[in-house]
Structure formats: structure tokens, C-alpha cells
């Protein structure tokens, strides 16, 4: 059984607040990490797709950064704002099943 | 939000019913795989299915019957379903076996 572990479970920052959330994976078989937004109500969206100890990928203000050696890789959120508010998940994909497991996900709650 | 529709967005039904949830993806993928997601709970893989073809079922009780037609729509048929079954089931496709999958908005699904 795979352990996948988010934290925190939930976050509620002020507007232009930075913020980061971890997840935790196992550091062996590693394939992929997968970070995904999803928004009440909507479909869960795909953030980044990360492969490579070291990675760091960025899409406007939010990034994200990969320990494929410690398993555990960070996102972070910088200015959060209201659009924010959202459920972030990871998954992990190994090499063998070519299926993901997910994270409980962090739940981000912004406010003016 | 339209590359992968699900159908009925919400369900109610009693243990003895049957129905059907729908998933259709409009991507062009190869892939397809059906999630349940349980309050508190992370995103749970039921099935996986390849070129129309059943790669995996993760365990899943027999009163739930995937059905793949062909790459672009895949059925969940339930059957005497439990009140423990009540949760968000959501569909995914993707291109291959591996790499970034994409979701649908789900099916909220209460057993009375």
C-alpha cells in the first residue's frame, strides 16, 4: 500500500499572503508527482506533471518543487488571492502500476 | 471543463435500484479510469481501461460494473448499492497509461 501523505489539511490565509503545502511520498519505485487544483464543484485541473529530482516548475504565481531522494515535494503560492481558494492534490505515479495515488489534498481558503 | 463530461452530475437512489453513471471524453484518449472519492478520503482508483480493454480493477465489489464501448465513453452500472457507497465518483482519461490525466466535474451519488 502506498502512503501519500498532504499537509496541512487546510490553510485560510489573508489576501497577498505567500503560502506552501507538502506532500509525502515514497522515495522508492518513483515514476512521477502529479499536483492537481480542484475547485468546488468543478473538475479537478492538472498543475504540474514532475519527474526529475531537483525539478522546479512554475505556472504565474504558483511553483513547485521536487525531492525525489527524501520523497516529498513542495507547492507554493505566492500573493495568494480569492481565485486561489481550492483543494490541492498530489499523486504519486510509479514506475510499475502507471496509476496515480492520491493525497488527501489541502484544502486553501483566501480572504480579503 | 468540456474535454471530459460525466452525466448525472447528482444521483439519488435506493439500494434496490439500478442506474447508470456516464463519462465521455472528448480528447482523443486512449485511457480511461473511474475514481471514488469518500468523505475525508483520498481519491480511490475503481477501474482502468486501455483501448477499450479492463487493465484494472482495483478490488471493487461486483454490485459496481464498468462498461468501456469504445475509448471515448465509459459506464459505471450499479446495482443494489449500499449506503456506504454514497460518495463523488469521478472519471479521468488520458492519453496513454502514463502521464497527466483529465477529469471530469463527477457524479455526487447518495444510496438512501
Given at each position: 500500500i502506498l502512503n501519500v501523505e498532504q499537509s496541512p489539511q487546510?490553510?485560510?490565509v489573508q489576501e497577498g499572503d505567500s503560502t506552501n503545502f507538502t506532500c509525502s511520498f515514497?522515495?522508492?519505485?518513483f515514476y512521477a508527482l502529479h499536483w492537481y487544483r480542484w475547485e468546488t464543484a468543478k473538475s479537478p485541473e492538472?498543475?504540474?506533471?514532475?519527474?526529475?529530482?531537483?525539478?522546479?516548475?512554475?505556472?504565474?504565481?504558483?511553483?513547485?518543487?521536487?525531492?525525489?531522494?527524501?520523497?516529498?515535494?513542495?507547492?507554493?503560492?505566492k500573493g495568494?488571492?480569492?481565485?486561489?481558494?481550492?483543494?490541492?492534490?498530489?499523486?504519486?505515479e510509479t514506475g510499475t502500476a502507471s496509476k496515480l495515488t492520491f493525497g488527501t489534498g489541502t484544502r486553501l481558503q483566501v480572504t480579503l | 471543463e468540456t474535454g471530459v463530461t460525466q452525466?448525472?452530475?447528482?444521483?439519488?437512489?435506493?439500494?434496490?435500484?439500478?442506474?447508470?453513471?456516464?463519462?465521455?471524453?472528448?480528447?482523443?484518449?486512449?485511457?480511461m479510469y473511474w475514481y471514488k472519492q469518500s468523505a475525508k478520503k483520498p481519491l480511490e482508483l475503481m477501474f482502468v481501461y486501455n483501448f477499450k480493454e479492463q487493465t484494472e480493477n482495483n478490488s471493487v465489489p461486483s454490485r459496481f460494473?464498468?462498461?468501456?464501448?469504445?475509448?471515448?465513453?465509459?459506464?459505471?452500472?450499479?446495482?443494489?448499492?449500499?449506503?456506504?457507497?454514497?460518495?463523488?465518483?469521478?472519471?479521468?482519461?488520458?492519453q496513454d497509461l502514463a502521464g497527466e490525466q483529465f477529469f471530469g466535474p463527477g457524479t455526487?451519488?447518495?444510496?438512501?
Open positions: 487546510s490553510l485560510h515514497p522515495s522508492s519505485n492538472a498543475l504540474f506533471v514532475m519527474t526529475l529530482n531537483g525539478d522546479e516548475k512554475k505556472k504565474g504565481r504558483i511553483s513547485a518543487t521536487l525531492n525525489t531522494k527524501e520523497g516529498y515535494s513542495y507547492l507554493y503560492i495568494s488571492q480569492p481565485e486561489d481558494s481550492a483543494t490541492y492534490l498530489c499523486a504519486f | 452525466t448525472p452530475r447528482h444521483l439519488v437512489m435506493g439500494m434496490t435500484n439500478k442506474k447508470s453513471l456516464k463519462c465521455e471524453q472528448h480528447l482523443g484518449h486512449n485511457a460494473s464498468p462498461e468501456c464501448p469504445n475509448s471515448s465513453h465509459l459506464f459505471l452500472h450499479l446495482h443494489t448499492l449500499q449506503p456506504e457507497d454514497s460518495a463523488l465518483y469521478l472519471c479521468a482519461s488520458s455526487r451519488l447518495t444510496v438512501l
